[in-house]
């Protein structure tokens, strides 16, 4: 479960890589980041994808493009057909492939503007994903020359998804700086796993082996918010997982993303969504 760099395999036919990841056993929490900018589309699979400081609940066909050095992790709850694996269809692509496409190729601006707009991570619209799926799932049977114009077919079609969302409020930690890389990854893995229990910014701060002021300014300068604003959010996020996929009562919610107060709870929730957690589950109710 330690947030790590992971380090990939440069594929020997191809100027980028792919992998499709079948898994009997669910998809574990993995938490880590890598300088390929991914694209994951997700089957016969329901659970939470955790990407930066967001948590949201996934399902079947749920298609999701993170960021180079975007920390992210998926954790299956179920499969939807019991007698199938668990599937994760990835693309990954070097930022240097990125860059190049618009210099290269006018046509493709549209394209490069979107993968370099993923800082945050972003979600594909229901209709985009439908139709990107069948897509995606050819370029795994094909030879080299044509995986590369399906992808780029793929690519200019999710550029032109118009209601596409942005899901972590931060957005990737630079490679530069490795030391304050490693110091980092370790108070998020620490977050990220304990973000319901009380953390002290004293606690985080040791464990960056930082003070306080540094840990505060490790923070601004990298993820441009407060620890605790990024607890927060880590929190809210959750909550709306459960509000979304759950019927737990929103006092038990509020209790197990870390609130003893239900009243603040609810403060934090509309400041940062807008409306209140009751709205949030209305309003995601008609939408499904």
């Not at 079947?60 to 709850?77: F, I, K, M, R």
């Not at 306080?212 to 993820?223: E, I, T, V, Y």
């Not at 197990?256 to 609810?266: D, K, P, Q």
Request: some cysteine; aromatic content about 6%; glycine content about 6%.
């Amino acid at each position: 479960m330690k947030s790590h760099l992971e380090r990939l395999r440069p594929s020997t036919d191809s100027s980028w890589s792919m992998l499709n990841r079948r898994l009997e056993d669910g998809i574990p929490f993995q938490w880590h980041h890598h300088p390929e900018l991914e694209l994951t589309l997700t089957l016969n699979s329901r659970g939470e994808r955790f990407i930066g400081d967001h948590i949201g609940a996934y399902d079947d066909g749920d298609l999701v493009l993170v960021d180079s050095n975007l920390p992210h992790t998926w954790c299956s709850a179920e499969r939807i057909d019991a007698t199938q694996p668990h599937v994760a269809l990835v693309l990954w692509f070097r930022p240097e492939w990125v860059a190049a496409l618009d210099g290269a190729f006018t046509e493709l601006g549209a394209a490069r503007r979107m993968l370099m707009a993923s800082g945050p991570g972003l979600k594909f619209s229901a209709d985009i994903a439908t139709r990107a799926r069948p897509m995606i799932e050819a370029v795994f049977t094909q030879p080299p020359a044509d995986r590369l114009l399906s992808v780029i077919r793929i690519l200019t079609l999710l550029a032109a998804d118009d209601n596409v969302k942005p899901l972590s409020s931060t957005v990737a930690v630079p490679t530069t700086g490795q030391g304050d890389r490693t110091r980092l990854d370790r108070v998020l893995d620490h977050i990220h796993l304990n973000y319901a229990a009380p953390l002290s910014v004293d606690a985080l701060a040791d464990i960056a082996a930082l003070s306080p002021s540094g840990l505060h300014r490790l923070f601004g300068r990298h993820l441009h918010m407060t620890v605790s604003d990024y607890v927060t959010c880590l929190r809210i996020g959750e909550a709306c997982a459960l509000l979304s996929a759950t019927e737990m009562p929103i006092a038990h919610i509020a209790d197990e993303v870390g609130y003893a107060s239900l009243a603040n709870f609810n403060r934090q929730f509309k400041s940062l969504k807008a409306k209140t957690p009751r709205e949030y589950r209305h309003s995601f109710a008609r939408r499904s």
